[in-house]
């Protein structure tokens, strides 16, 4: 059972500027929640309630919205708005939330590192809240943990990806196993390939259920030549060891990292609920 999930949240959110300057770019709102708070429903569903937070400087807003807020409470207790906040409030009965400082920017594997106290000796989940998905049945974290609980190893979501584009994303080759045609044993992991060098058009996005191994593999891990520490380095050492699934998950994912797809994604959303 997969008891906690991780947040990476200390990144700038640079593409969004000015805005990200003083609001966390996990905080930007699409409709009426912000972005992280999507990640925790999605965990919650799971039934994930320990809430590992990585966060960095400029990141209070965070903390602030995961606990409660007495004055704004008593001042719309019995009103019409009183509504508004039941769910944000029922988030925080069920969860529980801890938070670490990531001090340095030094690339996804370290931030997934720098949580390691709050994780702890046990398997757990990881949530990238830029990447925004929408399922018609299961979340995907819950479609990954069915997979780890059949597997027992570290297993990643993946979505096939224009080729064109393979240089944005993280990119697997593997093989098909137990006749499926949407699981995969990974056999090699490259970062942000060029088209030409990449293996396949299968990209890895922001869902992972890790093992607690993967601790001790990011300590040795070498940073890249931008000085990151990448989380593909580190999964390629466990894949080489054949302990590495990449499962193509079922829903639909918006990249709210970027402003095209942030804007896709509150379209998306407005339609969906009748907004628009």
Known sequence: ??????????????????ATKAVPKEMLPI????????????????????????????KRAIEDHFDNSFELEMQLSGTSKESYLKKIKEIIKNSTFTYVRQKKMLGLGHAILTGEPLIGDEPFAVILADD??????????????????????????????PMDQTNKYGIIAGNLVDDSQDTYR??????????????????????????????????????SKSGEIQITDALLTQAKQGKVIAFKFKGKRFDCGGIKGYVAATNYFAEKQGIV
């Open 1 to 18: 059972m997969i008891k906690k999930c991780l947040f990476p949240a200390a990144g700038y959110g640079t593409r969004f500027l000015p």
């Open 31 to 58: 409709l009426t929640k912000p972005l992280l708070q999507y990640g925790v429903e999605e965990a919650l569903s799971a039934g994930i309630t320990n809430m590992a937070i990585v966060t960095g400087r400029g």
């Open 132 to 161: 925004l998905c929408d399922c018609d049945e299961s979340e995907v974290i819950t479609q990954l943990i069915k997979i780890y609980s059949q597997y027992k190893c570290s297993v990643v979501a993946i979505e096939e990806v």
């Open 186 to 223: 990974v056999t090699d992991m490259i970062e942000k390939p060029e088209p030409k060098d990449a293996p396949t058009n299968m990209a890895i996005i922001g869902r992972y259920i890790l093992t607690p191994d993967i601790f001790d593999i990011l300590k040795n891990t070498k940073p």
